[in-house]
């Protein structure tokens, strides 16, 4: 069973109060759910550590000073579509978003790589992954924050890599200041091996954080054939 995408869902605000994001479908038990995070601080290398019940955090960009990118997951069970994101002590914005799989191995990932922010470009950074095995989900989440005028959403084209884009949405303070946003792109992976690094062209024209995951197919177990029967032979009129 490949991996596919059951359902996403984003939004944004600022201050220290929890977001709450709902998904377009249901998790079903089994579903490998992430949520990436990106937190905006006007502080330098000041960032809350965002969390969410019944998630462990998978991994968060190194080395961030400005705009800082966190994946929280876990395996479904009994979770629904809503999903409440807390721990935002002193945020000037913040942007999440919730990606649900079906398809998916039976543990959270652990092949993951991240990159620190950049500074300011509309050339953002995706680091390179070695993926273990064939037809993983190659999936890429560039976030990024500042305090410049964000604008309209869609600020994401040009995905490298055979990657298509999913999500990409920000959140603003208001007047133009202390955004806070992330695209978020997958490709389905045929072989193991080196994914090169790539990068992704942003109009918004600050600094830039990544994290890329390998998320594993399931295993489908086989039964095993029944064992062969020896055909009947007949002798003399009785069965052997």
């Known amino acids: 069973m490949a991996v596919a995408i059951r359902g996403s869902g984003s939004g944004g605000s600022t201050g220290t109060g ?27 290398g000041s960032h809350p550590t965002p969390a969410c019940t019944g998630f462990s955090s998978l991994g968060t960009s190194t080395a961030s000073v400005w705009s800082r990118e966190t994946c929280l997951g876990r395996i479904a069970s009994g979770n629904g579509s809503s999903y409440t994101i807390s721990g935002f002590t002193g945020a000037d914005s913040k942007y999440a978003s919730v990606v649900i799989l079906s398809g998916a191995a039976a543990s959270v990932p652990t ?47 040009s995905w490298g890599s055979s990657l298509t884009e999913l999500i990409d949405g920000g ?40 994290i890329r995951i390998e998320v594993l197919e399931a295993v489908v177990a086989t039964k095993p054939l029944p064992p062969r029967r020896r055909p009947y032979r007949f002798f003399g009129g009785h069965v052997r």
């Open 171 to 210: 959140a603003d303070s208001g007047g133009g200041f202390y955004y806070s946003g992330h695209g978020i792109a997958t490709a389905l992976r045929a072989s193991s091996g080196s994914q090169a690094a790539t990068s992704v062209t942003s109009d918004a024209a600050d600094v830039s954080s990544a």
């Open 18 to 44: 929890n977001l709450v994001l709902t998904s377009s479908a249901s998790a079903v038990d089994g579903d490998l759910i992430l949520i990436f995070v990106n937190i905006n601080n006007s502080g330098s």
């Open 111 to 157: 092949n993951i790589v991240t990159t620190p922010d950049a500074s300011s470009n509309t050339t953002h950074s995706i680091p390179a992954i070695t993926n273990a095995a064939a037809n993983s989900l190659d999936v890429v989440c560039v976030g990024y924050g500042g305090n410049n005028d964000y604008g309209a959403p869609g600020a994401f084209a």
